[in-house]
């Protein structure tokens, strides 16, 4: 088959008058490739035909690909069932060739974006060593489409709350927003709805309507509308964590900004310029920022346990215990978290990360909780004790300033030698030990064995040898 500027060659050849001889030998072909090509008469290659074997049966192919849904496996299986005997691939092929269940691939393309014209919002989850520990966080982004100018942030989970911290910060960070701002489907910002029916859940409209741009989400798996991310996302995960040590999340996105600075200040090659000269086209066609930005912060609603504590994804805050018992409203910003009685702001906090499990005391509480501290009830037995004489009640008081506030089981164990001994042999050993200082317990009860010795016991008075050849004596007379 003659390629097409062979074929051209030929034809004009032809019209000035030359023979196939001499044309075949000028071009090095055969002289009957010269005949074919002047008999046919056109410069175009000829398609090349051959018969095929399902030609015949291509309305049963299309009848059995509707009903079968596309499937052509079960359409192979029916033509088989019909007669039909072929290969898979040779289905497949004739398919392609006739555009059956095949759709045109729509060419990607380029979007061209005027100054002010959009920006592109996305998240993208990474793993990062925070302090020694590798940490799942949602890296959130911000950028410009004319100009590339970006902001990035990284925040431990992701919801509509850090949504809204975000754009905030990133908003106020470039100083305007663009006239729309395209998202994926993702139900942080979306309500309901996909693509040009998507609807932004109420507090992501309040937001897009204060620095007044408007949300839009591109087509389900149309991801090439929202593209300028993926690059960058992939630029820091390869080049920005590698080789920084980073203390905390608050570290981290403080180096963040300083690289969102840096690289907003290098030259592109593909852009020919750095996103801050595009940014001095860009800037006069921002919508501006609103005379003032509110504080971003979630509304809780939250009551006062019995110890004068607000719970809040699992931290506990203190506030004044005149507030046990009533219901506040909890205001959760990025920083700190707020506490309203009404319209008076009863406490503030900074807060804690979410899920630590931390209990945040005021100083001024502290003082306050021991105040209101109910006191424990006198114990009944260190009460006979004080009021049977001054003997038991100064070694009731020397006992609490030897044990402090763990004076219980000395106090009981003196109870008991009070209830068990003669009175008179305890006040009399207690008045002793006082004399020289002892508080020993056990010491003290042998003194009043002592003392009662021969009274209520039948207690050895003799000298050790003397008791030895007493009990000698009587084993004796016992076997007489």
């Known amino acids: 088959m003659l390629e097409l500027d062979k074929r051209i060659a030929i034809l004009k050849l032809a019209h000035e008058g030359h023979g196939a001889k001499s044309i075949a030998r000028w071009l090095k072909i055969s002289k009957n ?3 074919r090509v002047l008999r046919d008469g056109r410069a175009e290659v000829p398609a090349l035909e051959r018969d095929e074997a399902l030609q015949e049966h291509q309305g049963l192919i299309e009848s059995l690909h509707l009903s079968c849904q596309g499937n052509l496996v079960r359409v192979h299986e ?4 019909e007669g039909v005997d072929v290969a898979y691939s040779t289905l497949t092929g004739f398919c392609r060739r006739h555009g059956i269940g095949v759709a045109d691939k729509p060419r990607p393309g380029r979007y061209h974006f005027e100054p002010g014209e959009e920006m592109q919002h996305d998240t993208s989850p990474h793993k990062v060593v925070v302090d020694g520990q590798i940490l799942s966080l949602q890296c959130a982004s911000l950028i410009l489409c004319f100009s590339r100018r970006q902001y990035v942030q990284v925040y431990s989970r992701w919801s509509r709350f850090e949504a809204r911290v975000f754009l905030s910060e990133a908003i106020v960070w470039i100083g305007g927003s663009a006239a729309t701002c395209m998202i994926d489907n993702s139900s942080v910002v979306i309500s309901r709805g996909t693509g040009p029916n998507a ?3 109420p507090e992501m409209k309040a937001q897009a309507d204060r620095f007044g741009f408007g949300f839009v989400a591109h087509r389900v798996g149309d991801a090439n509308r929202s593209g300028r991310f993926e690059r960058p996302f992939h630029h820091i995960e ?10 905390d ?3 981290l996105n403080e180096q963040l900004r300083l690289w969102c600075e840096t690289n907003f200040l290098r030259r592109r090659k593909r852009l020919q310029a750095s996103p801050a000269q595009l940014f001095v086209t860009e800037a006069p066609h921002l919508r501006p920022l609103p005379p003032h930005v509110p504080e971003v912060y979630e509304l809780h609603r939250r009551r006062v346990d019995i110890e004068g504590y607000v719970n809040l994804h699992t931290n506990r805050y203190s506030v004044d215990t005149q507030l046990i018992g009533r219901h506040l409203e909890v205001r959760e910003g990025v920083a700190r978290v707020r506490f309203f009685d009404g319209h008076r702001l009863a406490e503030e906090h900074v807060k804690s990360p979410y899920g630590a499990h931390h209990r945040e005391t005021l100083p001024k509480h502290r003082g306050e909780q021991r105040r209101h501290r109910t006191p424990a009830a006198p114990d009944p037995k260190e009460g006979l004790l004080r009021a049977d004489g001054p003997e038991l009640e100064a070694l009731v008081d020397a006992l609490r300033k030897q044990h402090k506030g763990r004076a219980t089981k000395a106090l009981h164990q003196l109870h008991r030698i ?6 008179e ?6 008045g002793e030990a006082l004399q020289f200082g002892l508080t020993d317990l056990q010491r003290i009860e042998r003194m009043v064995l002592r003392h009662v010795a021969g009274d209520f016991f039948r207690l050895p008075t003799t000298p050790k040898d003397d008791v030895d050849d007493q009990e000698d004596e009587d084993n004796g007379e016992d076997e007489g």
Do not use: C, Q
């Open 33 to 35: 490739s010269v005949k």
């Open 249 to 251: 999340l608050a570290d």
């Open 418 to 423: 009070w209830m068990d001994y003669p009175i």
């Open 425 to 430: 042999a305890v006040r009399k050993a207690v």
């Open 199 to 201: 609807i932004a859940a």
């Open 78 to 81: 029916e033509l088989a069932r």
């Open 238 to 247: 390869h080049n920005f964590y590698p080789g920084r040590v980073f203390s």
